[in-house]
């Protein structure tokens, strides 16, 4: 099972990327998906979550700034991040909500002041 992340970069403070996560053995369909983000010294922590219904949540920090969704047709979820912050930058990894698969290697988004 692999799981990959991709579309990071190092963009300047108030830009903005889009990031995609796709699989060739998972079908992420009936599971509730979800972006996670890892910076450097820190802990991983989940950033936003999609349910199977397309319902969604994201955490305080990058409300309003951050979307998740997906789409079933290309297997594919995305998260697309406005107004980047320097303390955004982190890597950024695609898994179930439930962590159901092996991590993957992630994509490094770096946000420059």
């Known amino acids: 099972v692999q799981l990959q992340a991709s579309g990071g970069g190092l963009v300047q403070a108030g830009g903005s990327l889009r990031l995609a996560c796709t699989s060739s053995s998972v079908i992420f369909r009936p599971y509730a998906m979800a972006w996670y983000r890892q910076a450097p010294g820190k802990d991983r922590e989940r950033v936003a979550v999609i349910q199977s219904n397309n319902n969604r949540d994201v955490i305080e920090s990058v409300k309003g700034r951050f979307t998740i969704s997906r789409s079933g047709a290309s297997n594919t979820v995305y998260l697309q991040m406005n107004s980047l912050k320097p303390e955004d930058t982190a890597v950024y990894y695609c898994?179930?909500?439930?962590?159901?698969?092996?991590w993957g290697q992630g994509t490094l988004v770096t946000v420059s002041s």
């Open positions: 898994n179930s909500a439930l962590i159901a698969f092996p």
